[in-house]
C-alpha cells in the first residue's frame, strides 16, 4: 500500500492542523494504521493510533485530549485532528500502516509497521 501525508504547515501555539494520510494500492480497511512524529534530533515517536475497522483508538499520553485519530474506509484516508497545538508538538508526522501484528499487537513501535508515508510538517511557533 502507498501512503501520501498532507495537512502540515505553520501555526501559532494554541491553534489546530487536521492531517491527511491517503492509502492507495491495496483496500484500506485491512490495515491497522498509525501516526508517528519525529523531532529534530529525536527518535521517532508513536502518537496514536486506530484500528482497522476504526473501533479502536489508542494515544500517546501527551497528546490526549488534543488530537484525535480517525479513518473512512470509503475514502482510503486517515486523519490526525490536532487542536491545542504546542511547540512540542513540532515535528515530520509520519502515517504508517500494517496488515497484521503476528500476535504482539505492538502498535506503539515503529517497527511493527510495515508501509510509511513521506511525512509532513508541523510547525507549531510559540
Known amino acids: 500500500v502507498q501512503l501520501q501525508a498532507s495537512g502540515g504547515g505553520l501555526v501559532q501555539a494554541g491553534g489546530s492542523l487536521r492531517l491527511s494520510c491517503a492509502a492507495s494500492g491495496r483496500t484500506f480497511s485491512n490495515y491497522f494504521m498509525g501516526w508517528f512524529r519525529q523531532a529534530p534530533g529525536k527518535e521517532r515517536e508513536f502518537v496514536a493510533a486506530?484500528?482497522?475497522?476504526?473501533?479502536?483508538?489508542y494515544y500517546t499520553d501527551s497528546v490526549k485530549g488534543r488530537f484525535t485519530i480517525s479513518r473512512d474506509n470509503a475514502k482510503n484516508t486517515v486523519y490526525l485532528e490536532m487542536n491545542s497545538l504546542k511547540p512540542e508538538d513540532t515535528a515530520a508526522y509520519y502515517c504508517a500502516a500494517v496488515r497484521s501484528f503476528g500476535g504482539s499487537y505492538d502498535y506503539k513501535n515503529s517497527r511493527s509497521y510495515d508501509y510509511w508515508g513521506q511525512g509532513t510538517l508541523v510547525t507549531v511557533s510559540s
Open positions: 486506530i484500528s482497522w475497522s476504526g473501533d479502536r483508538l
